[in-house]
């Protein structure tokens, strides 16, 4: 590290990138970046911190700038040309994350889903008890002087995480994602066992999946859940409208009681990872029982309001296995309520190999609209529509639009669910709109 240099992130509204760069800052060295005009919503942390956002332009590439560029531009981006046609010093976010583990005991979390969730929790938990740095994919980061943990999210896109060389690695479970990446399910199996051979010390994995019941690390692998073959196990789990608890043993020995107020399954299973990292780290259970207790989860999964008579949550559940969970999760919590059910769909690549799995795991709502497929900076357009899906959907399935979003105006007293990765946001937000102007209309 180089307090002579600026650190210049190009994309730096990226979840991870806008995380690393405020660890950054938060350590004392000088940072900007360069992002669209469109507010996002991890931008908010930048702000805050004062760092400086530019519009992309070629011409803010100066001397003196180290680069990191976000994995969602290629070499071709104008600003990344220029910084390399200058002779300055270029590192892609995962290589430049990758050289900052060592001097900590650091904690990957990988996965097909729960990652951001998580490391979120984990991040929480430890903070509260011993100093943290961390880096979480809801554009959360932060640095902290002489930390002892430094806790990351470790993406799988495109074998980015095999750039980490871990002491532990939490893997949540292994799914088909990425079509436009991975060839299939053992595609990504093999990605995940080629990264386990890099972490240090061992690895805490989800007993259920049976990929991850695969692995042949050269560390311990140690199996959290809920059957009696896992390592670490949520005995006597009671899920109720205020959140879950649970005992937590391992192997035979009685860890504790726990509480969290989250919904979910998978929050249960999150909390018994985070637990278990926490035991061989040696860290006092009794503080780890408060740090979950007081965790309220991370931007932009399961976030709630209340706008009139309606319950709005919004997350960023974008895989059929991710929708399942986050409905699960509003069941649990709103047992008496109508769950609606907002869907973007997220690229044509995923909405086309995943079409079956994401109309079955809708059909648990009570209802469901969709959005019109939201393209990325990577695929713009594909042989698939929204209208494709609604087909499989028995439980509706009608396109909504952003300036028409009077459908929703049918419920009272019932959950809307928005859920995507893409701008989701924008259609709930006009929802909110509309509601908020009847409900003054009706006063």
Request: glycine fraction near 8%.
């Amino acid at each position: 590290m180089d307090n002579a240099t600026t650190y210049y992130f190009i994309g730096i509204k990226g979840s991870g990138m806008s995380s690393l760069a405020l660890i950054l800052h938060d350590e004392g060295y000088h940072v900007k970046g360069s992002d669209i005009a469109k507010y996002t919503f991890t931008q908010r942390g930048l702000e805050q911190a004062g760092i400086e956002v530019l519009p992309f332009d070629e011409a803010n590439i100066t001397e003196g700038l180290t680069v990191i560029a976000g994995n969602a531009f290629t070499d071709d981006h104008p600003e990344i040309k220029k910084a390399r046609a200058m002779g300055l010093p270029v590192t892609r976010y995962h290589e430049f994350l990758g050289k900052m583990l060592p001097g900590y005991t650091s904690i990957g979390v990988a996965g097909a889903h729960g990652k951001t969730s998580t490391t979120g929790l984990l991040s929480h938990v430890l903070s509260g008890v011993a100093p943290t740095s961390y880096l979480v994919g809801d554009g959360s980061g932060k640095g902290t002087p002489n930390a002892r943990f430094f806790v990351f999210e470790a993406d799988e896109y495109r074998r980015h995480f095999m750039a980490y060389h871990p002491d532990y690695m939490i893997m949540t479970n292994i799914d088909f994602d990425h079509p436009d990446y991975y060839t299939g399910i053992e595609d990504v199996y093999q990605a995940f066992q080629d990264v386990s051979q890099q972490v240090k010390k061992g690895i805490f994995a989800w007993g259920d999946d049976e990929n991850l019941r695969r692995l042949h690390a050269d560390v311990p692998v140690y199996y959290y859940g809920t059957s009696k073959n896992d390592d670490f196990q949520a005995r006597d789990i009671k899920r109720t409208t205020e959140g879950s608890e649970f005992d937590v043993y391992h192997e035979d020995e009685f860890l504790g009681h726990f509480q969290i107020h989250l919904f979910g399954e998978h929050n249960v299973l999150n909390s018994l990872a985070v637990i278990a990292v926490a035991y061989f780290e040696k860290v006092n259970l009794e503080e780890i029982k408060d740090e979950l207790l007081d965790f309220q989860g991370v931007k932009r999964r399961f976030s709630e309001k209340k706008v009139a008579d309606m319950t709005i949550i919004d997350d960023y559940a974008h895989h059929p296995s991710e929708i399942k969970a986050t409905l699960d999760a509003a069941r649990q919590k709103y047992p008496e309520k109508e769950i609606i059910a907002v869907f973007q769909p997220h690229t044509f690549s995923r909405t086309i190999a995943l079409l079956d799995d994401f109309a079955k795991s809708l059909n648990l709502a009570d209802k469901v609209y969709l959005t019109e497929i939201f393209s990325s900076v990577r695929e713009k357009s594909g042989k698939i529509s929204s209208a494709d899906l609604a087909a499989k959907i028995n439980k509706g399935g009608e396109i909504l639009q952003a300036d028409n979003m009077s459908p929703l105006l049918d419920y009272h007293n019932a959950v809307v669910v928005f859920m995507g990765a893409g701008d989701v946001q924008r259609y709930e937000k006009a929802y909110e709109e509309l509601l908020s102007n009847l409900s003054l209309k009706n006063n």
